[in-house]
């Protein structure tokens, strides 16, 4: 109790506080939008909006590495469609080359043909992206084949590393996003694309007929593999694409929720602001009209 207020003077002043406070808390909730600026003003609310805060931030970040992995994953995509073009032109040519009345020098302008399209190859192996070589598996920052006709394949020693890259999805799960230029162009196990286009250039070069129907017959295989490989890249365009409207999706409901427990209700906090401020009126108005009584009114 303040030394010096009688009860009824105390209890007034107080219920005018406490009605100027609700009136203060509406005000500041319709000037920032928010029904909570500070943990006091709703403690239960403040583990709900810290939890969604910290949701949407993962989220977000998700969003913006699958942006890149699309980048990525299209030119991949791209380049591999290329890949698959260049065998489809390069079997044209082996065909053409192992004919039995083609030239020498017939054969050797297709020699030179298929050595253009094998550095075309070379290139897609080496397709990069914001400074990424997107087929050098963790080594992305290595160039992962140089053209280099003295070897058996017409290329370098693959340079780039395992591809063990993954990816996260908005709800904490991962899959693999990438393979390496070695298991794409240069798989001993399953075709050797560099390898047969370049036993077909150095068969054309040297005028040798069996040699060129031996390369002729393995780049039918080499292209299923190519097609095997689009394959994976399509699946992972898709997966891409369906995890990015599932982030974008889970954003929205994030900041819905952070919303529904943060933000202000503006009919609500307006229709608390004009009833505190009726409230106040009336609290004034009515004290206003208590008697003012005195000693001196009841001395003669």
Do not use: C
């Not at 080496?126 to 140089?146: C, E, H, I, K």
């Not at 298991?183 to 069996?210: H, K, Y």
């Amino acid at each position: 109790m303040l030394s010096g207020i009688d009860p009824s003077t105390e209890r007034f002043l107080y219920e005018i506080n406490r009605i100027k406070a609700r009136g203060d808390r509406a005000q500041r909730q319709i000037s920032s939008g928010y029904r909570v600026i500070q943990p006091s003003d709703d403690p239960g609310a403040v583990p709900e909006i810290i939890h969604a805060q910290t949701g949407l931030d993962r989220v977000r970040q998700v969003q913006r590495n699958l942006g890149q992995l699309k980048a990525e994953t299209d030119a991949a995509e791209r380049a591999l469609q290329s890949a698959v073009a260049l065998l489809d032109r390069v079997s044209v040519l082996a065909s053409q080359g192992a004919s039995t009345t083609v030239t020498a020098d017939a054969r050797a302008a297709l020699a030179g043909e298929v050595g253009a399209a094998l550095e075309r190859l070379v290139a897609a192996a080496n397709t990069s992206v914001n400074n990424r070589f997107v087929f050098a598996g963790d080594q992305d920052q290595t160039l992962p084949y140089s053209l280099d006709l003295t070897l058996t394949d017409g290329v370098s020693i693959y340079a780039g590393g395992p591809a063990t890259r993954e990816a996260e999805d908005a709800n904490g799960g991962r899959f693999a996003v990438s393979r390496n230029a070695e298991t794409i162009f240069q798989n001993g196990s399953e075709a050797n694309v560099f390898g047969t286009v370049n036993e077909l250039r150095l068969a054309l070069e040297a005028n040798d007929e069996p040699a060129i129907w031996t390369a002729l017959a393995k780049l039918a295989p080499a292209r299923e593999h190519l097609n095997r490989q689009l394959a994976f890249y399509g699946t992972v365009q898709n997966r891409v694409d369906g995890e990015l409207a599932a982030a974008s999706g889970a954003v929205l409901d994030f900041q819905q929720t952070i919303a529904r427990w943060r933000e202000t209700d503006l009919v609500e906090a307006s229709l608390e602001l004009v009833q505190s401020r009726t409230g106040l009126e009336a609290a004034l108005s009515a004290r206003a009209r208590l008697p003012r009584a005195s000693l001196f009114d009841y001395l003669g």
